[in-house]
């Protein structure tokens, strides 16, 4: 945009157009996007660093990749995602300031439980109708999540689609992309039995299951706006507590003595526990986790009470608790505990990996494991006993 024009005179065209521009009678106001840019500008400029060039207006975000000269065989990682329908809680309560933190961390961790640090990210936003608050809200919540990242946000779109979307709906999406040494990439061909499988909490639903969220508040008839004695305050900021983003604790540990000692790492997303784990795991390798060693938070017993449904049937939906799993040494499992525990997050033991009972879990016949995920081959999980009361 250009970036000469103040808001005010912003304003004053967009009136101009709405009277004028045949675009904007049709229904798409090209003004609107240039004042929502303008009111997000400061908040995405804090994560411009020296390797962002230029400025604002250009066809493409611009990064100096030439400090990868630096690594011995760099790996570029990438990885796209949305919200989901986590998004028309937002729409509901009309409350859009953490949706962006939830895209954050639905593709900034993917990467980096790859071992690799983010880079930088770009967005889109499709609306039925641009609202340049309500996109700088949005765009607001991405930039302050991401800078602890150390990612930069370089570029992005907002697009109006009137007649497709309504003028209070939205989508968001982004790309993430980072780097990782190639000697440094963690997976399952790192893990051996015997090594140690630790969990890290969640801060809730995080981003999957919200279309099973939102049938049991409509079946119920429940309202997102109002306080929910159940729940402990308003139904629809409850159901928005952010997704964890866990990139800035995995860099630093990566970083540390024991950054060697963590083989692999599962962000617990769509699919649920069992298969997220499985996926990160050997074939001919196996887990099994007690439900007994945590305690699944409220918000995931509060629903699945409502609903009338067992929390084991809503381990392949919900993350109950979990936010990623590392398989770490047995050696130094203690110390990674620590130092996650150290940095306020909460770690525990959930088993250690043994060897699977057949040469290869791929072709087991058993129903009460889960046998990779993803399309991935992978280890053998099964969860085991009662959740905690």
Aim: aromatic fraction near 6%.
């Amino acid at each position: 945009m250009e970036s000469g024009y103040s808001l005010v005179s912003h304003i004053f065209i967009r009136l101009l157009n709405v009277s004028e521009n045949p675009y904007a009678k049709a229904g798409v106001d090209t003004t609107a996007g240039d004042i929502a840019v303008e009111l997000m500008k400061a908040e995405v400029a804090k994560t411009h660093g020296a390797h962002v060039l230029g400025g604002y207006g250009g066809f493409a975000g611009l990064y100096d990749a030439g400090f990868l000269t630096g690594y011995r065989h760099p790996i570029l990682a990438t990885s796209t995602d949305g919200v989901g329908t986590k998004i028309a809680i937002a729409i509901a309560i009309d409350k859009h300031d953490t949706i962006g933190q939830d895209l954050v961390g639905m593709t900034v961790d993917d990467i980096a439980v790859a071992g690799a640090k983010p880079l930088f990210m770009t967005d889109y936003i499709a609306t039925g109708k641009v609202v340049p608050e309500r996109i700088a809200e949005i765009v607001g919540g991405i930039a302050r999540a991401l800078a602890p990242t150390g990612a930069a946000l370089i570029g992005g779109e907002t697009a109006e689609h009137p007649g497709l979307l309504g003028e209070d709906e939205y989508d968001i999406a982004a790309a993430v992309t980072g780097v990782v040494e190639k000697e440094a990439i963690k997976g399952a061909h790192l893990v051996q039995p015997g090594n140690v499988v630790l969990a890290v909490a969640s801060s809730g639903l995080h981003s999957n299951g919200f279309s099973l969220v939102r049938k049991i508040v409509q079946d119920a008839g429940l309202n997102y706006r109002k306080h929910s004695d159940d729940f402990g305050g308003q139904l629809g900021e409850v159901l928005l507590e952010p997704t964890m983003i866990y990139s800035a604790l995995l860099n630093s540990l990566f970083d540390s003595e024991v950054g060697k000692s963590i083989h692999s790492i599962s962000h617990i997303t769509g699919g649920g526990i069992a298969a997220n784990i499985a996926r990160i795991m050997p074939v001919g390798t196996s887990l099994e986790i007690d439900r007994s060693l945590w305690q699944v938070p409220d918000v995931f017993s509060t629903l699945a009470s409502i609903a009338g449904i067992p929390l084991p049937a809503l381990e392949e939906t919900w993350n109950l608790g979990i936010g990623i799993a590392l398989i770490v040494d047995a050696e130094s499992a203690s110390e990674i505990s620590s130092r996650i525990n150290a940095q306020g997050f909460t770690a525990w033991e959930l088993g250690k990996v043994a060897r699977y009972k057949t040469a290869s879990a791929k072709y087991s016949q058993d129903t009460d494991w889960t046998i990779g995920g993803k399309g991935a081959d992978g280890g053998a999980v099964r969860l085991i006993g009662a959740y905690r009361d």
